[in-house]
């Protein structure tokens, strides 16, 4: 092997060990959030920027399935438009959701967030007029 081969080779592994080490050092938070019957809860309302996971229990006392909606908008949680029970999701930018979870069941939903203001919200017909709604901040 050459020894200008070679030296391309090692640069080539030494970037590839930073890009491994700037992914791993990478923000990284668990959010735990309670559904309840009329509020989504969650334990804290500002994280920093990166990798988020959200604990998502269905801890209502209604025998219904919710779901968390991960919304990225200014608008005021409970300013949301509302059409025909819901709140029409294409309207703003969607990071991702975790359906359908079942009375005393929980899920995980890992989304990468930017900095921004965030609404969370259970979009099931007539739950979001109900009160389940909450903000998140998410900070540098």
């Given amino acids: 092997m ?7 080779t090692t640069i080539f592994v030494c970037a590839a060990a ?19 019957s009329n509020a ?3 334990d804290t309302g500002s994280v920093k920027a990166g990798t988020l996971t959200f604990e998502v229990t269905n801890a209502a006392d209604n025998n219904m399935k919710h779901e968390l909606v991960v919304l990225k908008t200014d ?5 949301l438009p509302v059409k025909n029970g819901q709140v029409p999701e294409a309207r703003f930018r969607k990071m991702g959701e975790a359906e359908d979870v ?9 989304l990468m ?11 099931k017909a007539g739950h979001y007029s ?9 900070t540098r």
């Fill in 102 to 110: 079942a009375p005393g069941k929980s899920k995980r939903l890992t």
């Fill in 40 to 42: 989504i809860q969650l």
């Fill in 18 to 36: 930073l890009s491994l080490v700037s992914v791993s050092s990478e923000a990284s938070e668990t959010i735990r959030v309670k559904l309840l």
């Fill in 113 to 123: 967030l930017a900095p921004g203001h965030y609404v969370l919200i259970c979009n």
């Fill in 2 to 8: 050459s020894a200008r081969f070679r030296g391309c």
């Fill in 130 to 138: 109900q009160g389940m709604h909450t903000a998140l901040l998410v």
């Fill in 75 to 79: 608008t005021a949680d409970d300013r």
